[in-house]
């Protein structure tokens, strides 16, 4: 950005009654919220929710839980409308790497059974991938798809590691740490036509894409909705369509164990369920109070001003800090690269993030790819752009002195 470029900051969302969005939740107004994608942020429609639900469990827990089978079979309902798709092909799980691992543990070795998954996996569900790997005595291929690759681009570095010796393709809807889409939708359709499975991470997709399941041709698809869709933590959803779905068990055994798929995921013996019983009125919240499209739209040119901002405030250090260059990106989430020193590997990230929630106040993730550290931006209708002007005047210069005494080291 030169310094004559004015970076214009949307309009902050506001309630119905004029007041700042970020009044709905109960974020502590002393830290910076800037990391939304990692673990979400209910609001307290959903919060007040969940705890009349969790009331109503502990005063009657005989009638309570004979009841939740139905009470579950309802949720999904209301999820499958807000994806796109059928109840009858939604199950809920806690998370996505659990409904991942459920679709490992439903997997048989095949002749020919390797694993691809990519250099931008999610690194539980890659672990998830590794495993299965050596249970079938087999090994994971990982594609490598450039930071800055295009579609076409991304479709061929996966399908050139794709031949007769693999039986599985594990495959990011939108990548975790670069903040990037991955062509799913074309890669399924011929992984279709080959006869290879696929399992499709959605993690970020619920409320960050208007339709996630369109146009998209899987045997799995997992995606979390505590994230976007702010609903409790807890809640995700696994969506399948084919053959797949009749070998696939919940990884708790209950009383459903018998029935057939999503139903026999109803019932969890004493898992506490108001979580997921909750997540229509997250879901709720968001439509009814701004409309899911206009917060989506909010959200991305949120991210877009934060970016700007913030790698304007970096430019003066020493190194390169820029927006960086992403193919596919996606709505709510961008990039930024971090000074020359920072962020090198995952574990090297991790600790950048934790240092700044104990030393800036801020609630920020740090992510690495290919050796390069990044900071992740991931907006919400809580923030507002005087969120990222902060981080920009009082943060960055800190990190800049962290980069600095980083690189002294080395």
């Not at 109960?26 to 979400?40: A, C, E, Q, T, V």
């Not at 089978?69 to 999904?76: D, G, K, N």
């Not at 796109?84 to 998370?95: I, W």
């Not at 059974?113 to 250099?119: E, F, L, P, S």
């Amino acid at each position: 950005m030169t310094e004559t470029e004015v970076v214009t900051a949307p309009r902050p969302l506001l309630l119905e009654d004029g007041r700042p969005a970020a009044a709905a939740w109960s974020l502590d107004p002393g830290l910076l919220h800037l990391n939304h994608g990692s673990f979400g942020a209910v609001p307290l429609a959903a919060q007040r929710r969940q705890n009349e639900l969790r009331a109503e469990m502990e005063r009657a827990p005989v009638v309570w839980f004979p009841r939740l089978p139905a009470r579950i079979a309802e949720t999904r309902g209301a999820v499958a409308r807000h994806l796109g798709t059928e109840a009858a092909d939604l199950a809920l799980v806690p998370n996505a790497s659990a409904g991942a691992s459920v679709v490992y543990a439903a997997l048989t070795a095949r002749p020919g059974g390797d694993v691809v998954v990519t250099d931008h996996g999610y690194g539980a569900v890659t672990m998830g991938a590794e495993r299965l790997a050596r249970r079938w005595g087999r090994r994971v291929r990982t594609a490598r798809v450039p930071l800055a690759a295009d579609a076409d681009q991304a479709h061929q570095a996966v399908m050139a590691e794709v031949d007769d010796g693999v039986a599985l393709v594990v495959l990011d809807q939108i990548t975790s740490a670069t903040a990037r889409r991955l062509p799913v939708e074309r890669v399924g359709a011929e992984l279709a036509r080959r006869g290879v499975t696929l399992l499709v991470d959605g993690a970020h997709a619920p409320g960050l894409l208007a339709a996630p399941l369109d146009g998209l041709v899987c045997d799995a698809w997992v995606g979390n909705l505590h994230k976007w869709g702010c609903a409790p933590r807890g809640t995700a959803a696994l969506v399948a369509r084919g053959p797949l779905r009749e070998h696939l068990y919940p990884l708790i055994d209950s009383w459903a164990a018998a029935e057939p798929f999503p139903d026999r995921f109803d019932q969890q013996g004493t898992l506490d369920a108001t979580g997921p019983l909750a997540a229509p009125a997250a879901l709720d919240f968001v439509a009814d109070t701004w409309g899911w499209e206009t917060a989506r739209r909010y959200m991305d040119e949120l991210a877009d001003y934060g970016a700007r901002v913030i790698a304007a405030a970096f430019a003066g250090s020493s190194g390169p800090a820029e927006s960086a260059d992403v193919g596919m990106p996606v709505p709510g989430m961008r990039l930024v690269r971090l000074p020359e020193g920072l962020g090198t590997s995952r574990v090297a990230a991790d600790a950048l993030r934790d240092r700044a929630t104990a030393e800036l106040g801020a609630e920020a993730a740090f992510t690495s790819f290919d050796g390069v550290g990044y900071l992740r931006l991931s907006a919400h209708v809580y923030n507002t752009p005087a969120d990222y002007d902060r981080f920009a005047e009082s943060c960055v210069p800190l990190v800049r002195r962290w980069a600095r005494a980083a690189r002294a080291r080395s």
